[in-house]
């Protein structure tokens, strides 16, 4: 699949090159969900949490994320309301993908996440191991890679 930037800041999902792993992040100011995909972009499993993602230290956990899984993407939740418009957390949110894109070497897209927490506090049995947020990031990443139709389809 490659994913194009439209100028608003969404993804356009087409077709990625086969073994190239996606990240995803559930941003949060406190806690970000992380999430990456196998090779072929087919599935996504929970990885962490990480504490303060915005701060410089956690902009270099994330650089460090995405070399130590050869990531070719990052995708980022973007958390509109039901109505489909920017509250302030969608606001804080552009601004930390605007922060990870002066630091990352990688295409970093917004991907609609309304949603996803929902999913990951229904789903806490299926990964009980990993941590609400994590899963929520998986859940974002799932929805991602089957709109861009995953494993290279």
Not at 12 to 25: E, F, H, K, Y
Not at 37 to 43: A, R, V
């Amino acid at each position: 699949m490659i994913v194009r930037t439209r100028a608003d800041g969404f993804a356009t999902v087409c077709r990625l090159a086969q073994d190239a792993r996606v990240i995803a992040l559930d941003y949060g100011a406190a806690r970000t969900g992380v999430a990456v995909s196998d090779p072929t972009g087919t599935l996504a499993r929970p990885l962490g949490v990480i504490e303060w993602a915005a701060t410089e230290d956690g902009l270099r956990r994330v650089a460090e994320l995405v070399t130590e899984h050869g990531a070719a993407r990052v995708v980022v939740g973007l958390p509109l309301t039901l109505r489909g418009e920017r509250g302030e957390q969608a606001l804080e949110t552009e601004r930390f993908v605007e922060g990870l894109r002066r630091v990352l070497q990688v295409p970093v897209v917004m991907f609609d996440e309304r949603f996803t927490t929902r999913l990951a506090e229904q789903s806490g049995s299926a990964g009980a191991e990993a941590e609400e947020d994590a899963r929520a990031a998986a859940h974002l990443l799932a929805g991602y890679l089957e709109l861009a139709g995953g494993g290279g389809a």
